[in-house]
């Protein structure tokens, strides 16, 4: 008997049906051990020693692994054919010794790229040992990333109260997000023209040329400034004849793109399908693992963690001869195509991603799995196959035209281009990015040299010049790429970590930093600008891949790179917050401190116009304050677009008291007040209170509710807000009122101790008696339904692949969240309980399970229960004590002998004993 390992249940469920009698395939569910999240789990100290940690989940498996060993000779690692596969049969191996549970069997790893019946039987003839350099890298990556996590966090917290924590390649994406922006924010758009002339040839064809010279000098996109500039030339092509000059037509070809590989792969799902990188992956990793087609479980695409480019020769052999088949001869190369990658720190460990068979198409896989795998591997397989088709041959036409008009005489330029021969184009064309320009994929008309052209209108169009746009997904994962950032296998999670932790936010799909994630990089540019820099940390990449090429040793790397770092915490801690907080205001100032419309100097208290804005931090984040406090209680949130709903907004006066309406913004949202505080005047010690002093006065706030935009609030609305809670009407039951208000969970309607909170669609301004009754006599009748008092049952999107259970997506007191045994997870922004997909809710719960496990919160929590149980455990087996079943009358003890009374200390210096509880 063999006893095979694999990552997932699904893989070994149809790895059993390959391998048949003789063997038994187990799962290990991913990383059975992993660094507890506290202080200590890599010793620096101690040659870098790491502590591991399997949870109770884990150890079942460990478990049952080494009972099936009892009864084996061989155990096979079969783990995934990358990094973290070698370390993960390295950490199976590793708890198996442990255990003690091996007896000599022998030990082989194998590695299959994709799950066939023929890759898995050819990878079993093909043993071989673990490869420890592949491990030595895990060991280095993973060190790293604990000891920049668990000692840059720390200083986080301390000097950036709010602040989540820091990572060794997430922040570096985070600062190239926040970099974009502050890019954005520092732009001046710069006016600039372009003239079009709508020409038509003698044959009646229709076409249009670009001003591209004028009066004997050439025209640059950015050189017509003005309108006036313009008008002048429009109006002397107005009245110009047009001759053609000259027509070149250049033959040209266009060469398919290689085969995916994983970032390449989730930029073009991004760009052609509207996946998020975690999605692709998802999606990716089903496909692998494979479905059931005619009663066989078969892998569809070979592993999909891969920065290679190549396919295997047979593979090579397969699309070309399905090519000649479907296509036609004319569309296969004289030769197989190769690929050079051109990727910083590219491996190429093993294959790019591609169907495992081209015959079979997207066509027929599509009866087999859902909708968005469907997408995805006729994705995979349309760039695989295109990748050995032929080239298509173009032919690019560029017309020039002279413009005559007296003495003045103008050039003008039209360019298209036709395509001879589609080749790859019949398959597959590549999705455009941001920068991307199409203009000459326009066809030109026939023209010839010396040909008058009639004119059919001049266009002058005015442009500005545009910010580089921000981030999409798919664009950071290629500059992360470029920059030789972070690996395949990384990207999707850096960026669910980003957006989890509340660094960034994902709007039309584009990446936004969040004030907070400002803040942090900010604060890392500033004190650990070395450790985000791009050069350093693609440098540090590269050592990695020493690391696992075997060419350096990675207790090396580790020594070298905490020698500086630690130095480094070691100094900032020393620093002062407020010499930090000086240090981001110079930084971030374009972004916290805009220029005002009143001209006043930017960091001017608008408020008291004697103090000094300035960033603040507080337990909830950071915000900025007036240095005159507590004088001056001005606050306003960071946000520039927040900064004018800060200032003061009279809506009008309250009729009874004639005291002022305001609208204003505060740290946590814009609100309402009814006149101002009025503070008691500060007195020092012994000073008499002045009778003359007004008396102090707190105000009556409330904040906006929810549906009323700051900008369109009325005195009325806001009059109607601050005087609640207010009364609905009487009870014809007990003639006690019912009132509503807001509270700390928003909305309510209220009968004697009864609340029931508002549902969707209830207006606490207007709600009426009988609506009102009813929430209250349904809350009294269903105790655990609503918002407040436990969720409504939610919408199942199905079950859980790896984990089992359904998935459920729910409203929340929060918002809308899915839930799966436990584990909950807030839906993004752009998601709502009507358009998330089962696959995107996986990944909110996986990436939330994740970060559940490995916070510090949660390695209290674990702890503190191990503890209760083992306290319980103890007094449960004490045996000393008989089990207490009904509560008994208790015995009349006997008063305790009173001691005997003890002398009395001299007067003199107090002492105190120390008990040792204490």
């Given at each position: ?58 150890q ?17 690692l ?13 950490h ?69 109260p ?93 060469n ?44 569809l ?10 396919m ?60 968005d ?113 972070g ?38 540019e ?32 580790l ?34 401190f ?103 006065v ?15 609030v009325?005195l009325?609305?806001?009059l ?51 609506r ?65 997909t ?81």
């Amino acid at each position: 008997m063999k006893v095979v390992v694999v990552e997932s249940p699904s893989k070994a469920k149809t790895i059993n049906k390959y391998l048949g009698s003789g063997f038994e395939v187990l799962a290990s569910f991913g990383h059975i051990r992993d660094l507890p999240a506290k202080d200590g789990s890599v010793d620096p100290d101690h040659g870098f020693k790491m502590l591991w940690e399997i949870d109770p989940q884990s150890q079942k498996r460990v478990n049952d692994i080494a009972r099936a060993l009892k009864g084996a000779d061989t155990l096979i690692l079969a783990t995934d054919p990358d990094r973290e596969g070698e370390a993960i049969s390295w950490h199976v191996l590793e708890a198996l010794n442990e255990k003690k549970a091996l007896k000599g069997q022998k030990i082989e790893r194998v590695v299959f790229n994709a799950i066939t019946k023929q890759s898995v039987t050819e990878a079993m003839k093909k043993p071989r040992e673990i490869d420890h350099a592949l491990v030595d890298a895990y060991l280095a990556r993973r060190a790293l990333d604990y000891l920049v996590g668990f000692t840059l966090s720390p200083v986080l917290w301390r000097k950036l109260p709010g602040a989540r924590s820091a990572g060794r390649v997430q922040s570096v994406a985070l600062r190239l997000v926040c970099d974009r922006e502050l890019e954005i924010e520092k732009f001046v758009a710069r006016e600039y023209w372009s003239i079009v002339a709508k020409l038509k040839t003698p044959r009646g064809d229709e076409f249009d040329a670009r001003l591209v010279g004028a009066d004997g000098q050439k025209l640059q996109r950015l050189d017509i400034g003005t309108g006036v500039q313009a008008t002048d030339l429009k109006t002397m092509l107005d009245g110009a004849s047009f001759t053609v000059t000259s027509v070149e037509a250049k033959p040209a070809r266009r060469n398919p793109p290689p085969p995916f590989t994983t970032s390449t792969m989730q930029q073009e799902a991004s760009r052609k399908l509207g996946f998020a990188p975690a999605i692709t992956m998802r999606l990716a990793q089903r496909l692998y693992e494979g479905v059931e087609i005619g009663g066989e479980t078969v892998g569809l695409i070979t592993y999909m963690r891969t920065d290679g480019i190549d396919m295997a020769p047979e593979a090579i052999t397969d699309i070309r001869s399905m090519i000649g088949k479907n296509y036609g001869k004319e569309y296969v190369p004289g030769s197989p195509r190769t690929y050079q990658n051109k990727s910083k720190n590219a491996q190429e460990a093993h294959e790019a991603v591609r169907p495992t068979s081209a015959g079979r198409t997207p066509q027929e896989v599509a009866k087999y799995v859902d909708r968005d795998q469907a997408r995805l591997y006729e994705l995979v397989w349309n760039r695989a196959v295109a990748s050995q088709m032929e080239s298509a041959e173009l032919e690019r036409t560029t017309v020039d035209i002279v413009a005559k008009n007296g003495s003045r005489v103008a050039e003008l330029r039209a360019s298209g281009q036709v395509v001879k021969f589609d080749g790859f184009l019949t398959l597959y064309q590549e999705g455009q990015d941001e920068t991307s320009d199409d203009d000459e994929s326009k066809r030109l008309p026939a023209m010839s040299e010396k040909e008058a052209l009639a004119k059919q209108a001049i266009e002058a169009a005015q442009h500005f010049t545009e910010p580089p746009p921000r981030f999409s997904e798919a664009a950071l994962v290629k500059r992360m790429e470029e920059l030789g950032i972070g690996r395949p296998s990384t990207y999707a999670s850096i960026l669910q970590v980003l957006q989890d932790r509340g660094y960034v936010r994902i709007d039309k799909k584009r990446l936004i930093p969040e004030d907070k994630g400002r803040v942090v990089v900010g604060f890392l540019e500033s004190f650990f600008h070395k450790y985000v820099e791009y050069d350093f940390t693609a440098s540090l990449e590269e050592q990695l891949d020493k690391v696992s090429n075997n060419e350096i040793n990675w207790k090396t790397v580790l020594e070298n790179f905490w020698t500086d770092f630690i130095g480094a915490v070691n100094e900032i801690k020393e620093i002062r917050i407020t010499q930090v907080l000086d240090a981001l205001n110079d930084l971030l100032e374009p972004h916290i401190f805009p220029a005002r419309a009143d001209g006043a100097p930017v960091r001017q208290c608008p408020q008291c116009g004697n103090g000094q804005l300035s960033l603040k931090v507080g337990r909830f984040g950071a915000f900025i304050g007036c240095s005159n406090y507590p004088e001056c209680n001005y606050t306003r949130q960071m946000t520039p677009g927040a900064a004018s709903a800060q200032a003061t907004k009279v809506l009008g006066q309250d009729p009874e008291t004639g005291l002022d309406v305001t609208l204003r913004g505060g740290r946590f949202g814009t609100y309402l007040q009814l006149g101002e505080e009025i503070k008691a005047p500060k007195r020092k010690k012994g000073e008499k209170k002045d009778p003359d002093a007004p008396e102090p006065v707190k105000p009556k706030r409330a904040s906006l509710p929810k549906g009323i935009a700051p900008d369109e609030v009325t005195l009325e609305q806001a009059l109607a807000v601050l005087s609640l809670p207010r009364e609905v009407g009487i009870s014809p039951e007990d003639g006690q009122p019912i009132l509503a208000g807001i509270g700390r969970f928003g909305p309510y309607v209220k009968h004697d101790k009864t609340y029931a909170s508002l549902e969707e669609g209830d207006d606490v301004l207007t709600i009426g008696l009988n609506r009102a009754m009813h929430l209250i006599a349904d809350k009294i009748a269903n105790p655990k339904k609503g918002r407040r008092f436990g969720p409504a049952p939610g919408k199942t999107l199905g079950d859980h692949p790896d984990k089992g259970g359904a998935i459920v997506v729910k409203n929340g007191r929060f918002g809308a969240y899915v839930s799966n045994n436990g584990v909950n997870a807030t839906l993004p922004a752009d998601k709502t309980p009507d358009t998330i997909t089962l696959d995107e809710a996986i990944v909110l719960l996986d990436a939330r399970a994740a970060a559940l496990g490995n916070s510090p919160r949660a390695a209290k929590k674990s702890a503190a229960a191990k503890k209760t149980a083992k306290t319980a455990t103890k007094a449960d087996t004490a045996g000393d004590k008989p089990a207490v079943t009904a509560k008994a009358p208790a015995a009349r003890k006997k008063p305790a002998a009173k001691p005997a009374a003890k002398p009395k200390k001299p007067a003199g210096k107090a002492t105190r004993k120390v008990s040792a509880a204490e």
